[in-house]
């Protein structure tokens, strides 16, 4: 019994790191789409001052 409950224990905890790790990779992926969304605003904005100046 007493073995059963280590086991099973172990078992979540290795999956709450996963959880953990997934979510982290998650935030990671979600921070570089957000610099790259900035980075494209900022080019389409200077982009867009250029038409408007045209105007």
């Given at each position: 019994?007493?073995?059963e409950n280590?086991?099973?224990?172990?078992k979540e905890e290795s999956l709450?790191?996963?959880k953990k790790i997934s979510l982290e990779s998650?935030?990671?992926q979600i921070s570089?789409?957000?610099?790259?969304t900035k980075y494209k605003?900022?080019?389409t904005k200077k982009?867009?001052?250029k038409k408007s100046s045209a105007l």
């Open positions: 019994m007493l073995s280590n086991h099973s224990r172990e709450v790191t996963l998650e935030q990671i570089l789409i957000d610099t790259q605003c900022k080019r982009g867009s001052r």
